[in-house]
């Protein structure tokens, strides 16, 4: 498996969680990674995305303020501090790598789904009171 997330579960509104993507080394150290998220019956949505070469980040309207993320290249893991939860969050999260190697994000298009090609399994965010 190249790419897994993982530390999702039920949070209370107001809560906070935070998800690791667990990446091949040859995928961190080459590629962008970003977050998605698809709640049942709504389309896919970009969160946020993470280049590899120089860290620069990109937020979507939905995560600027309450989401982080960020990238620990030792351990070849990007997180996404959520806090703020809000019952609209909830969703199946999941990452995925971009296409090209040293992805730049910037941009809303940098988290569009057709921006990126390996997608990891997801881990699903529920919150609720």
């Known amino acids: 498996v190249q790419l897994q997330a993982s530390g999702g579960g039920l949070v209370q509104p107001g809560g906070s969680l935070r998800l690791s993507c667990a990446a091949s080394?040859?995928?961190?150290?080459?590629?962008?990674i970003a977050w998605f998220r698809q709640a049942p019956g709504k389309e896919r949505e970009g969160v946020s995305c993470?280049?590899?070469?120089?860290?620069?980040?990109f937020y979507t309207d939905l995560a600027k303020g309450r989401f982080t993320i960020s990238r620990d290249k030792g351990k070849n893991i990007v997180y996404l501090q959520m806090n703020d939860l809000k019952p609209e969050d909830t969703a199946n999260y999941y990452c995925?790598?971009?296409?090209?190697?040293?992805?730049?994000?910037?941009?809303?298009?940098?988290?569009?789904?057709?921006?990126?090609?390996?997608w990891g399994q997801g881990t699903q965010v529920t919150v609720s009171s």
């Open positions: 995925a790598k971009s296409t090209y190697t040293n992805y730049y994000c910037s941009g809303y298009g940098s988290t569009l789904g057709g921006e990126y090609d390996y």
């Open positions: 080394r040859f995928i961190a150290d080459n590629y962008a």
């Open positions: 993470i280049s590899n070469n120089d860290d620069s980040t």
